[in-house]
């Protein structure tokens, strides 16, 4: 750029709109298994906990199974596809 001149950059992305099929809804939870998967970040563990006891509170859950991401920046598609195999439902949990 020549002297004088300001680049002006824009810092806006750009949405993407994608179609996406809803997971049919469970009717109850009551028998099902729960999967919880933690990123790993920090307090992830106690709000998936919270949550797994709250939800067992309430219903007679047949089991819970939990996964941990190696890594925050590791996507989760992969374990989430194992995940779906074993478990009924899954929350996948964040934190921070």
């Not at 939870?29 to 729960?34: A, C, E, F, P, W």
């Not at 890594?71 to 374990?79: L, N, S, Y």
Request: aromatic share 6%; net charge positive.
């Amino acid at each position: 750029m020549g002297q004088g001149v300001i680049a002006v950059l824009d810092p806006t992305g750009r949405a993407v709109s994608r179609d996406f099929r809803r997971a049919p809804r469970l009717v109850d939870l009551n028998g099902k298994v729960l999967g919880l998967l933690w990123n790993g970040k920090p307090n992830g563990d106690i709000l998936l906990r919270r949550i797994q006891e709250s939800l067992a509170g309430r219903f007679n859950l047949s089991g819970v199974i939990w996964r941990k991401k190696p890594a925050v920046d590791v996507p989760a598609k992969e374990i989430l596809e194992e995940l779906a195999l074993e478990a009924d439902f899954i929350i996948n949990g964040q934190g921070d």
